[in-house]
């Protein structure tokens, strides 16, 4: 049972490159969820999804996209890559069944902007 | 809108201390209360959880009871390992629609032998 599963790990970005980081999740989960840590500031929401076919903002999407086109992938893109976006990010999943609301979060992919 | 507030850190701690992480919750309603941990390099994991007030979680020798008169959910544990050096994150849920978990800005703890 893999969960969810992030690629890629590392990545170093020059300012204005652009990039895809790849989530997918294998427990049949309706919900995913994008979220940037950075240093000392707890994680912040930047996209979720509720459902194939449907994403909605979180707390700070300004500088990505997602889409999910099936209920397994949900990838966060990087348009004009920024140093502000230097972060670890973090995909996570869950369920709706009733009195349980945890996630399963990937172990996350660090990307630098230089 | 809703927020998470934990005490400062780092906490340093000697093998078999009792610990205590402090959190405290701003939010509507009723919201659902998690603990989770994050070890050097990896995600985080769900540690315990309580959904409703007076609710105790428990895990690994942690602790959390959900106090809705006081809006906190403090962590402890009796006697910390060095197993247990991490990174601890205090969450809350609404509990409606996408279940959007909002976190405190974490606490990270050392435990020396």
């Known amino acids: 049972n893999a969960g969810v599963t992030q690629t890629p790990k590392f990545r170093i970005l020059k300012i204005g490159q652009s990039m895809t980081l790849q989530c997918t999740q294998d427990?049949?989960?309706?919900?995913m969820y994008w979220y940037r840590q950075d240093p000392g500031m707890g994680l912040k929401l930047i996209y979720y999804s509720v459902g194939a076919g449907i994403t909605d903002k979180g707390e700070v999407p300004n500088g990505y996209n997602v889409s999910r086109s099936t209920t397994e992938d949900f990838p966060l893109r990087l348009e004009l890559a920024a140093p502000s976006q230097t972060s670890v990010y973090f995909c996570a999943s869950s369920s709706p069944r009733a009195g349980d609301y945890g996630y399963t979060f990937g172990s996350g992919t660090r990307l630098t902007v230089v | 809108g809703d927020s998470v507030t934990q005490m400062e850190g780092p906490v340093t701690l000697s093998e078999e201390a009792f610990l205590t992480i402090n959190c405290t919750y701003t939010a509507t309603g009723y919201p659902s209360l998690f603990w989770y941990v994050q070890y050097p390099g990896e995600g985080l994991q769900l540690l315990l959880k309580?959904?409703?007030?007076?609710d105790k979680g428990s895990n690994k020798g942690f602790e959390a009871t959900y106090r809705k008169e006081t809006t906190s959910f403090h962590l402890e544990k009796g006697s910390v390992q060095v197993s247990d050096s991490a990174v601890y994150f205090c969450?809350?849920?609404?509990?409606?629609?996408?279940?959007?978990?909002?976190f405190g800005q974490g606490t990270r703890l050392t435990i020396n032998p």
């Open positions: 309580a959904t409703k007030a007076d």
């Open positions: 969450a809350l849920s609404g509990g409606q629609g996408a279940q959007k978990l909002v």
């Open positions: 427990m049949n989960h309706n919900y």
